[in-house]
């Protein structure tokens, strides 16, 4: 049953064949795309451990030699495919490919010693560099996936199979298509292959599996029960009266389900790294509103301060006005007292002229004090 146009469909398949020039340079864009995404991930990482060396106070670490990064780049790039040939029992395609390593080699030698890493890093956008390289990716590892993994599998072991009933190798084919899909990273993860001294180890994949191998063995599924007589019967079956399943052959033709399983390793692909964007802008607007909830409190501190500090001006404002009150009120005491002295004490002397001047200080200092903290406030 036809689901996209053969044209459509044709150019999905035969686009990651594309190459930059058929006879002056006969290397596949696509492939050429695939390496600089591994060799950057690979330069990253090795920056990273160097990075949190430094910063641990661990002995400072050698820059790795090309030989060992080209290997490190190579398995992670081609690993996938390497191992499920070799679980086939058959050589990896791309020994007899003139173009497929040097094409991953020129990847690895102008990321790792030239500035086109940097180019890359500074002016091109990151969701426009992580889309291109990812689109790439994922349709090699489509491509790689039913041809190898799944009708790689067909061929294989159809013939082999003694279960009645059974025609196909349905674990042959998710296991194959899943290795052949992200291969490449579980070499990296058991090896080490993204650190400066490679060590054996057990991988993270055995406790927890990565979102590649979610996605390469859904890839797989997609592909060999589109693609599966053995399904299409079993559905028939079940819905008997539904029309447009086809005569013989799959649910899809051949060229379409290869196609649609480009379309859903892309998708898959690309929709985790949507998720890591979603995931870094969420914790950068939440460190951004706490940084403003601080300040806020911070400011709130300070107002607080600032109206202590008036209300401790206003207080002294108060006290100088009552002192000021009582320093004028005292003159006229002094005066009614002295009219009550006559009639029964002698007359006190006037005040001198010095102690008067002094008395006039002390209301003109308190005066300016006063005017001064008003002022402030």
């Known amino acids: 049953m036809p689901v996209l146009n053969a044209q ?127 689109t790439a990716d994922g349709s090699l590892r489509a491509l790689s996936i039913a041809k190898l993994g799944v009708d790689g599998s067909r061929m294989r072991f159809a013939a082999d199979s003694h279960v009645p009933g059974v025609s196909e190798p349905w674990f042959a084919m998710l296991l194959l298509g899943m290795i052949a899909g992200s291969g490449g990273g579980m070499w990296a993860d058991f090896l080490r292959l993204k650190t400066h001294h490679w060590t054996i180890q057990t991988p993270t994949w055995t406790h927890t599996a990565t979102w590649d191998m979610k996605a390469a063995l859904l890839s797989a599924f997609f592909y060999a029960s589109s693609t599966s007589p053995q399904f299409l019967s079993l559905l028939r079956s079940v819905y008997p009266s539904e029309q447009g399943y086809g005569d013989k052959g799959g649910l899809l033709e051949i060229q379409d389900a290869k196609a649609m399983t480009v379309l859903v390793m892309c998708t898959l692909l690309l929709g985790k790294r949507a998720e890591e964007t979603v995931y870094q802008l969420t914790r950068s607007l939440q460190s951004f509103a706490t940084a403003h909830q601080k300040q806020d409190h911070v400011l709130v501190e300070k107002d607080n301060d600032a109206s202590l500090y008036q209300s401790r001006l206003r207080r002294r404002i108060t006290k100088d006005e009552d002192e000021d009150e009582d320093t004028e009120d005292e003159p006229k005491k002094s005066t009614r007292g002295r009219k009550k002295g006559t009639t029964k004490k002698e007359v006190s002397p006037p005040l001198s002229p010095t102690s008067t001047s002094s008395t006039t200080e002390a209301v003109t200092r308190s005066t300016r004090i006063r005017k001064s903290t008003r002022q402030e406030l």
């Open 8 to 134: 459509w469909a044709s150019t999905l398949v035969e686009l990651p064949t594309l190459t930059f020039h058929h006879a002056l340079l006969p290397l596949s864009i696509f492939s050429a795309l695939h390496g600089i995404r591994v060799s950057m991930a690979y330069r990253q990482a090795i920056e990273q451990a160097s990075a949190q060396s430094r910063k641990d106070g661990s002995p400072k670490l050698d820059r790795v030699p090309w030989g060992q990064a080209l290997l490190s780049v190579l398995a992670m790039s081609l690993g996938g495919g390497f191992s499920a040939s070799i679980l086939l029992g058959m050589p990896p395609s791309w020994l007899g490919s003139n173009v497929v390593v040097p094409t991953y080699a020129l990847s690895f030698f102008l990321i790792q010693y030239t500035a086109l890493y940097d180019i890359l890093q500074q002016l091109v956008p990151p969701a426009v560099l992580d889309s291109i390289l990812i």
